[in-house]
């Protein structure tokens, strides 16, 4: 499997293909919660994430920038 990528400042598309044991855990993953009736693929303690942001500015917080 392939996801295009935009890359940087020139803006051309790089493939990036994962390694095959990247999308067996996926994919097992995916699997288990759905068996669990969880059907978000973004989860915090078993609620689905709606924002990003507040944990985007902790973490550039932490890391000085």
Not at 23 to 49: F, M
Request: with cysteine.
């Amino acid at each position: 499997m392939q996801c295009p990528y935009a890359q940087g400042k020139t803006g051309r598309i790089k493939r990036v293909y994962p390694p095959s044991a990247y999308w067996e855990e996926a994919k097992l993953s995916y699997q288990e919660d759905s068996a669990a009736g969880i059907p978000w693929v973004c989860l915090r303690r078993g609620r689905k994430v709606l924002d990003y942001n507040t944990a985007w500015r902790t973490a550039v917080k932490v890391a000085g920038m």
